[in-house]
Nanobody
Framework: QVQLVESGGGLAQAGGSLRLSCAAS????????MAWFRQAPGKLLEFVAA???????YHADSVKGRFTISRDNAKNTLFLQMNSLKPEDTAVYYC?????????????????WGQGTQVTVSS
């Protein structure tokens, strides 16, 4: 079972940038499809972006053109570069690992989860 630890969250101003990282251990990282989800207060968990083992990516419409998911298989690390941040991006961000090779958006497709990192964007 893979273990995931997120870092890089914090406070940013609207229009600013943050870079999230997710360090993986205990599994073959390169074989997993990796994803970022987020959950804002009082809202459901929301898919943000996914990247499969070969580097193919898919981003939710709400972040397309602003956020970029990437991975470094040599370092067992997943990234989320977040630019042009908006107050509505405020949420706890989770990284997730799944065995399916497809770029799945539903939470049930992922069975390894990190503890989350808080991102707060002020207006």
């Amino acid at each position: 079972q893979v273990q995931l630890v997120e870092s890089g969250g914090g406070l940013a101003q609207a229009g600013g940038s943050l870079r999230l990282s997710c360090a993986a251990s205990g599994g073959t990282f390169s074989r997993y499809t990796m994803a970022w989800f987020r959950q804002a207060p009082g809202k459901l968990l929301e898919f943000v972006a996914a990247v499969n083992w070969s580097g193919n990516t898919y981003h939710a419409d709400s972040v397309k053109g602003r956020f970029t998911i990437s991975r470094d298989n040599a370092k067992n690390t997943l990234f989320l570069q977040m630019n042009s941040l908006k107050p509505e991006d405020t949420a706890v961000y989770y990284c997730a690992a799944g065995a399916s090779p497809g770029l799945r958006t539903e939470r049930l497709a992922y069975d390894g989860w990190g503890q989350g990192t808080q991102v707060t964007v002020s207006s």
